[in-house]
């Protein structure tokens, strides 16, 4: 099957376009930039240019749209173009082009969820302005797809939660990866503890498949992994490396206390780590129910022990880390 994959190039993208790879499917990868995988036709496109998206999507029968920009600030005029028009202008660009499906990629950021509470498909979305961007413009992003469902076209959209694990880009690992790879490398001696919903992102790529080929139009699908503490995972990490883990529990309450002073100054070196919404991300440690993924689709995440130790090999087999 002739299949296309937006942001082809991203953590995620890169384990869909080997998840589709591995079921023998000829895959277009779509990014701002040429992938260097000689199993795959690359093209480089705007997602926001719809006459270029719908030209691309010519003859596709099914389109992963993985594209978004990750912001924990209140305003990113970026974000939001990407995040809520980027997803309607590729939508309107599949029903043109004659797609017979397409899967997006939402969040469990862009449901409103309270802390220690349950999300599910029903709960209340991210409307509210003192959220950030990022979960507001997901969830408008969502929006803007039904809205061309409405007009004919066949989408539903899966919402990943903490999406972590290998292959990731060696050059660039995610956010969660670095920290793991920290604690692996015996260079964490203190981390903040709190549970956390963490998903392997092979698990993730699986479940786009499987909402591909059994989701139901204008539905969400949440893909869940399991509630772990990510000081414990970071701990773990460095157990299969070999190394000492993390010794010290940082209280989120002192976090928090010591953030407005510090984030500035990590803005300046390009980290969000002490954002008041990536605080917020460790706190909230909501209850993630997968159920309608798991009983409509046969989703179901491995375990985290088993992905923290294919990540911590991944390091070592790329040379990040010696055992």
């Known amino acids: 099957m002739r299949v296309a994959v937006t942001g082809a190039a991203g953590f995620l993208g890169l384990n869909v376009v080997n998840a589709l790879l591995a079921e023998g499917h000829d895959v277009l990868a779509i990014d701002r930039v040429s992938l260097d995988d000689p199993r795959v036709t690359s093209q480089i496109v705007d997602v926001l240019d719809e006459e270029a998206m719908t030209a691309a999507l010519q003859g596709i029968e099914v389109v992963y749209h993985l594209v978004a920009v990750i912001s924990l600030r209140q305003e990113d005029p970026l974000a939001e ?46 409307t509210d302005p003192r959220l950030p961007v990022y979960h507001r413009s997901k969830y408008y992003g969502e929006v803007e797809l039904l809205k061309v469902v409405h007009e004919g076209l066949d989408a539903l959209t899966c919402n990943p939660t903490g999406i972590y694990g290998p292959v990731d880009h060696p050059d660039r690992l995610s956010r969660m990866n670095v920290s793991l790879l920290d604690a692996a490398c015996g260079r964490l001696p203190a981390s903040v503890p709190g549970l956390f919903d963490m998903v392997d992102v092979r698990d993730v790529a699986q479940g786009f498949l499987l909402a591909a080929e059994k989701g139901r139009t204008g539905h969400n699908y949440l893909l869940g992994g399991h509630r772990f503490d990510l000081f414990d995972a970071q701990v773990l990490a460095a157990t299969y490396a070999g190394q000492q883990g993390p010794r010290i529990r940082i209280p989120m309450r002192l976090l928090q206390t010591v953030a407005p002073l510090v984030d500035p100054i990590a803005r300046r ?26 009983a409509e689709l046969g989703y179901e995440p491995r375990s985290t022990q088993d992905t923290v130790r294919d990540l911590v090999d991944f390091f070592a087999a790329n040379g990040m880390l010696q055992r």
Do not use: Q
């Open 269 to 294: 070196f390009g980290s969000e780590s002490f954002a008041p919404a990536a605080l917020e991300n460790i706190s909230m440690s909501p209850v993630v129910d997968r159920s309608k993924a798991g």
């Open 81 to 126: 173009r990407v995040n809520v028009h980027g997803v309607g202008a590729v939508a309107r660009a599949a029903l043109r082009a004659g797609v017979r499906r397409m899967v997006n990629c939402g969040s469990l950021a862009s449901f409103d969820y309270e802390r220690n509470g349950t999300v599910h498909e029903g709960s209340r979305r991210s």
